[in-house]
């Protein structure tokens, strides 16, 4: 007889020892006396063992059956210890989440939303991993991985946060000397301040929603990290491709003037913020919490 088999002959073997009598058992536990019993047949058979001796008054384990109920006591001991696990987890929002999110994403709009969350479920703990390499979740120990792209991975599950833009943005101060672009071209004849980790990263692309173009541009200075670059245009020196996120103040308190308004910047970095987790029926409270108040958070 497979194991799967024993394990409830087991279970209804331990409530009898316990209960003292097959009636007794069958009352707690909503069955027939009779059909307890029948179980306590099956596993003395499946074991070639004597469990039980019975008597016209009491039940008395045999040798055998004590060594048997003590395995089986300690086995249903375990399964309500996983059940209590379930019931700890699942019950409430409690426990440790590791999100990894793209550093400027994760400072300008992750972190601001943090303390609000903490204060709402005091026993779940956030680690906050900042990281432009977009782990894999499934790979490395993370419980959501926040990634900017148009297309998620297909073997992961994920949520839309927001939407993120590129925007062209330069100080007045440096537009009034150099004047302002009408035009992706004019580009060329300007200092830019690009992200420069690929070749590729000086090709700027653009689209007006009819015509497309390629610029490729150039400064004297480059950073892969998009708060060097809004430094660098608040000190004048050149324009820069900015997250809108990152940009978002200096534009509002008018330190930064967006340029190009009416064409839209179609290269890297850009499209949809998705958290993403592996796929899972039973997702734990911690982190349904956390996504709905991230997705909140960052609604419109």
């Known amino acids: 007889m497979s194991m799967n088999h024993?394990?409830?002959?087991?279970?209804?073997?331990?409530?009898?020892v316990e209960c003292g009598s097959f009636s007794a058992a069958a009352r707690q536990s909503n069955t027939s006396a009779s059909a307890l019993s029948r179980?306590?047949?099956?596993?003395?058979?499946?074991?070639?063992l004597r469990l039980l001796e019975r008597t016209t008054r009491r039940l008395r384990l045999s040798e055998a059956g004590a060594e048997v109920f003590e395995r089986c006591r300690e086995m249903l001991a375990a399964a309500q210890a996983a059940v209590a696990v379930g019931e700890r987890l699942m019950s409430h929002p409690r426990g440790p989440v590791r999100l990894s999110v793209p550093k400027a994403f994760g400072k300008y709009l992750i972190a601001?939303?943090?303390a609000d969350f903490l204060a709402r479920y005091p026993e779940v703990d956030v680690s906050l991993d900042l990281s432009d390499r977009s782990p894999d979740p499934i790979a490395e120990p993370f419980d959501l991985v926040v990634c900017i792209t148009d297309?998620?991975?297909?073997h992961l599950a994920g949520r839309p946060l927001c939407e993120v833009r590129q925007l062209l943005c330069a100080s007045p101060d440096?537009?009034?000397r150099h004047g302002t672009p009408q035009h992706p071209q004019e580009l060329v004849r300007h200092a830019c301040l690009y992200l420069d980790e690929h070749p590729d990263d000086r090709r700027w692309h653009f689209s007006d929603g009819i015509e497309q173009c390629v610029v490729t541009v150039q400064g004297r200075l480059a950073s892969n990290h998009s708060e060097v670059r809004l430094n660098g245009a608040l000190n004048h020196l050149g324009i820069a491709c900015l997250p809108s996120f990152t940009a978002a103040a200096a534009l509002a308190e008018g330190r930064l003037a967006q340029v190009l308004a009416n064409w839209r910047y179609t290269g890297s970095y850009q499209g949809t913020a998705w958290v993403l987790y592996p796929p899972n029926r039973h997702l734990p409270p911690k982190?349904?919490?956390?996504?709905?108040?991230?997705?909140?958070?960052?609604?419109?």
Not at 151 to 154: A, E, K, S, V, W
Request: charged residues 10%.
């Open 287 to 300: 982190l349904r919490v956390l996504i709905d108040h991230l997705a909140a958070g960052l609604a419109g």
């Open 112 to 114: 601001p939303l943090l």
């Open 174 to 176: 440096y537009l009034a």
């Open 6 to 16: 024993l394990l409830p002959l087991m279970a209804g073997f331990v409530r009898v």
């Open 39 to 48: 179980q306590v047949a099956q596993l003395e058979a499946a074991l070639g």
């Open 151 to 154: 297309q998620p991975p297909p």
